[in-house]
C-alpha cells in the first residue's frame, strides 16, 4: 500500500503544468486574434478608402490600368490585320501599353496603401515606357532612311531627360537642387522635341513620300510637345518646386493630372501607329 502511494505521481505539480501550457496557449491565442484583428482593421481601412467615391486619384491609377490594358489587347490581336512591315509598330504600341498597364495596378495599390505619390514607381515605368515611345519615330521613318544612330541618340536623350528628372525630384531638396536638376533633364527633351518637329525625325517624314507617316509623325509631334508638358508642371510640384512654393501645390494635386495624360499618351501614341498601318495595309490591298 504504501508502495503504490510512493509510486503514484504528484497530482498537484502535474495539474500546475497543465495549466502553465494552457495559460501560455491562451496568450499565444491572444496575440495571434491581436494581430489579425489588427490586419483586418488595416484591410477594412484600405477597402473603405478604395471605395470612397471621393477617391478620383485612386479611381484613375484603376482606369488608367484597365484602359491601358485594354489597349494593349487591342494592339498585339491587330498586329495580324496589318502588312508585316508595320508589325513591330504595333508590338511595341502593345508593350508600351502593357507595361503601363502592370505599373499602374501596382501604383494603384501602393497608393491605397500608402496615401502617398508614387514616385519611384512612377519613373521605373517611364524609364522603361519613354524610350520605346521614341522607338516608334524610328520604326515610321525607318522606310524613309532612317539609321539606327537616330534611334540610340533618341534612346539617350529620353533616359537622359528621365534620369536626372529623377535625381532632381527624389534623391535630394531644395529649390536650387531642384531647379538645377529640372534644367539638365529638360536639354533632352528639348533634343526630343526638336528632333520630331524640325530635325531629322521631321525631315525623314518629308521625304517619305508617304502622306500617312506625315500626318502620324507630326500628330505624335503635338503629342510630344503637349501631352509631355503635364510632367515638368508635376515636377515643379515636388518640395521646392517652383509651384509647390507660389501656390503650395504638391505632387498629390498633380497625381490625378500624371494618370489621365499618360493613358492620352500611351495610348494615343499607339493608336497613331496603328491608323498609319492600318491605311497603309489597306492601300496595299486595293
Request: charged content about 15%; proline content about 2%; cysteine-free.
Given at each position: 500500500?504504501?508502495?503504490?502511494?510512493?509510486?503514484?505521481?504528484?497530482?498537484?505539480?502535474?495539474?500546475?503544468?497543465?495549466?502553465?501550457?494552457?495559460?501560455?496557449?491562451?496568450?499565444?491565442?491572444?496575440?495571434?486574434?491581436?494581430?489579425?484583428?489588427?490586419?483586418?482593421?488595416?484591410?477594412?481601412?484600405?477597402?473603405?478608402?478604395?471605395?470612397?467615391?471621393?477617391?478620383?486619384?485612386?479611381?484613375?491609377?484603376?482606369?488608367?490600368y484597365m484602359a491601358m490594358l485594354a489597349a494593349s489587347v487591342f494592339f498585339f490581336f491587330?498586329?495580324?490585320?496589318?502588312?508585316?512591315?508595320?508589325?513591330?509598330?504595333?508590338?511595341?504600341?502593345?508593350?508600351?501599353?502593357?507595361?503601363?498597364?502592370?505599373?499602374?495596378?501596382?501604383?494603384?495599390?501602393?497608393?491605397?496603401?500608402?496615401?502617398?505619390?508614387p514616385t519611384f514607381f512612377r519613373y521605373v515605368d517611364w524609364i522603361l515606357t519613354v524610350p520605346l515611345m521614341c522607338v516608334e519615330f524610328y520604326l515610321l521613318t525607318k522606310l524613309a532612311g532612317a539609321k539606327k544612330s537616330l534611334l540610340w541618340k533618341l534612346i539617350a536623350a529620353s533616359t537622359w531627360m528621365l534620369v536626372a528628372g529623377y535625381?532632381?525630384?527624389?534623391?535630394?531638396?531644395?529649390?536650387?537642387?531642384?531647379?538645377?536638376?529640372?534644367?539638365?533633364?529638360?536639354?533632352?527633351?528639348?533634343?526630343?522635341?526638336?528632333s520630331v518637329w524640325l530635325g531629322e525625325v521631321a525631315q525623314l517624314a518629308q521625304s517619305s513620300g508617304v502622306e500617312s507617316v506625315k500626318k502620324g509623325v507630326r500628330a505624335l509631334a503635338w503629342f510630344v510637345l503637349v501631352g509631355w508638358a503635364i510632367y515638368p508642371i508635376g515636377y515643379m510640384c515636388m518640395e521646392g518646386g517652383w509651384l509647390n512654393l507660389a501656390?503650395?501645390?504638391?505632387?498629390?494635386?498633380?497625381?490625378l493630372w500624371y494618370n489621365i495624360a499618360d493613358a492620352i499618351n500611351k495610348i494615343g501614341f499607339g493608336l497613331v501607329v496603328y491608323n498609319i498601318a492600318y491605311t497603309e495595309t489597306q492601300k496595299e490591298l486595293a
Open positions: 500500500m504504501l508502495n503504490t502511494i510512493l509510486l503514484q505521481p504528484d497530482s498537484t505539480a502535474v495539474d500546475t503544468t497543465e495549466m502553465a501550457d494552457i495559460s501560455g496557449g491562451l496568450s499565444t491565442m491572444s496575440g495571434t486574434l491581436e494581430a489579425i484583428s489588427a490586419q483586418v482593421g488595416d484591410i477594412a481601412n484600405n477597402l473603405n478608402h478604395a471605395v470612397d467615391p471621393t477617391n478620383y486619384v485612386s479611381f484613375t491609377f484603376f482606369i488608367g491587330e498586329r495580324s490585320r496589318v502588312a508585316d512591315k508595320w508589325k513591330m509598330s504595333l508590338l511595341v504600341s502593345g508593350l508600351i501599353t502593357m507595361i503601363a498597364a502592370f505599373h499602374y495596378y501596382y501604383m494603384r495599390d501602393y497608393h491605397l496603401a500608402t496615401g502617398q505619390s535625381i532632381g525630384e527624389a534623391l535630394g531638396s531644395g529649390t536650387s537642387h531642384s531647379v538645377t536638376w529640372g534644367v539638365i533633364s529638360t536639354l533632352g527633351y528639348l533634343y526630343i522635341l526638336h501656390l503650395n501645390w504638391g505632387p498629390e494635386n498633380v497625381d
